[in-house]
């Protein structure tokens, strides 16, 4: 009897530890209402990147677009860091902030080559 209790611990460990694993990255979308796209940041180091979706050669077959990573935008602090989009209909950026610091920044695509951010702010 020992041994049931002590595995079903350890699986319970392993699930919860896969459950941690899996909230690394948070996902917010564009507020913009005629741009699919969606920013994904690192919620420990504050990366974000971006993705869309793409109509190729005027198919109804498309592909996703992906941007980097750019100035401000890489991995930066430790921290406890997510992403808000404003409820402004025409501003394609989003907010990324720290839990833990109260710092504030804007990061955007520019020229549909990278994702940049603003410094961040208090």
Not at 42 to 48: A, I, W
Request: hydrophobic letters at 40%.
């Amino acid at each position: 009897m020992p041994r049931l209790r002590i595995g079903a611990a350890f699986l319970l460990w392993l699930a919860a530890s896969g459950m941690a694993a899996a909230e690394n990255f948070a996902f917010a979308p564009a507020p913009q209402q005629d741009l699919n796209r969606i920013y994904r940041i690192d919620r420990l180091s504050g990366e974000v990147i971006a993705c869309q979706f793409a109509v190729k050669d005027d198919s109804p077959i498309g592909l996703t677009l992906c941007y980097p990573a750019g100035e401000g935008a890489r991995a930066g602090e430790p921290g406890d860091y997510g992403l808000i989009a404003s409820s402004h209909k025409q501003e394609s950026g989003i907010f990324r902030f720290n839990r833990r610091t109260g710092a504030v920044s804007i990061c955007y695509v520019r020229e549909d080559q990278e994702v940049v951010c603003t410094p961040p702010s208090k």
